[in-house]
């Protein structure tokens, strides 16, 4: 390594140089031109005990993605990629205002709430599933009563739409149906549903499917132990989901 000074360093436009000579910590290492601050002493201040990551070989198509941060903040932009790892190992942007990992903020950040309207984290689907999640829970009454203000005022298109639902949930549920069904015991389970509403004055029951007929990763059949009589509540909020 070419021995040279800071002052010549600075002269050429280099960010580090070399001394030959140790720190005060005995390291004999480069150091920064900047502030003449010994390399690995910065090393041991920022990782600690911890290994530092070998320096990454940026693919072709990531390098004209390559920025510093002295270029982001001149461009304006609220993220810059290195193309090297964080100290926990992450290839990814880093906020231009901290310098900090996206991945590691992220981690950080309460999925539930985030002042910054134009954070990233507000565009994932994590964020949204957890935010409508919450609201739900807190606005329920004001939801059903939009629903209930909408029907009303859309009876027509709600009772055209309430029938091709039905009319291709009736389709569905005979795709389902195998053909050695015991029809009888299907219908006990419906009597027995119908008995509960006609006790309550309302529609309070549904036939549930246990495995739903329109699963995310399964679909069950229209047989007698897949159904089960639950409140219409619940069966609303299960949706097509199979409870553990």
């Known amino acids: ?41 910065l090393d041991r201040r920022y990782w600690g005990d911890r290994e530092r990551p070998q320096k990454h070989s940026v693919p072709a198509h990531l390098r ?19 193309g090297q790892p964080c100290k926990e190992g992450h290839i990814a942007a880093r906020w231009t ?16 709430f985030c002042c910054n309207k134009k954070a990233p984290v507000r565009r994932t689907e994590e964020y ?28 027509e298109r709600y009772m055209e739409y309430q029938t091709a639902y039905q009319a291709a949930r009736r389709v569905l549920q005979r795709k ?14 419906y009597r027995a549903m119908r008995r509960k509403n006609r006790k ?4 309070a029951y549904h036939v549930d499917h246990i495995v739903p007929l329109q699963g995310q990763n399964v679909c069950g059949l229209h047989v007698p132990w897949n159904l089960q009589v639950i409140s219409a509540r619940e069966n609303q909020q299960k949706g097509n989901r199979i409870e553990a």
């Open 200 to 203: 309550a004055g309302k529609i």
């Open 1 to 41: 390594m070419e021995i040279i000074t800071r002052k010549e360093a600075k002269a050429v436009g280099l960010q580090r140089y070399f001394t030959g000579k140790p720190c005060k910590h005995g390291h004999v290492s480069e150091r920064l031109t900047a502030g003449g601050t010994c390399q690995e002493c």
């Open 128 to 155: 949204r599933s957890e935010h409508q999640r919450k609201y739900r829970a807190v606005n329920a009454e004001k939801i059903r009563a939009r629903v209930r203000e909408y029907q009303i005022e859309n009876k």
């Open 64 to 82: 004209q993605y390559l920025m510093t941060r002295k270029e982001a903040r001149a461009s304006g932009l609220t993220t810059y990629f290195t």
């Open 176 to 189: 389902a149906q195998p053909p050695w069904v015991d029809v009888a015991e299907l219908r006990a389970i």
């Open 97 to 112: 205002s901290s310098a900090h990992c996206v991945i590691c903020a992220r981690a950080r950040w309460d999925l539930a």
